[in-house]
């Protein structure tokens, strides 16, 4: 079972970018909102300056592979990850260390250093 329910409707992206608060990296762009589902839902954008295909799917598959290995995000969140050209050439273990900075920041997760206070 999966720990997070995908977002598909383009009106959720919307909402996230128009009224999300924006996280950036060289590498990874994070919006972040609340929703009153009270589950995570998260969004995988790439677009075609990305690369072709095969990088744009890699990209995908390397920003899921780094959420999965956070920890489980509390309360109810909109995510959406947009990728940026240096996506393509990290690894799912770089862009899980961007990707908990900016989402500790957001208030998704807990800090380790927090939780075991």
Known sequence: MSRFNTLNSNTDFRRAY????????PALVTYVIR???????????????????????????????????LPEPHGGFDIVFVARTKTVYKKSTDISVIMRKQLISAGVIRNAEESST
Do not use: D
Not at 18 to 25: C, D, H, L, M, V
């Open 18 to 25: 128009g009224r999300g608060k924006a996280y950036t990296n």
């Open 35 to 69: 929703n009153r589902a009270g589950i995570c839902r998260i969004g995988i954008t790439t677009s075609k300056k990305i690369g072709n295909a095969v990088e744009r799917n890699r990209a995908r598959r390397v920003i899921r592979e780094a959420f999965l290995s």
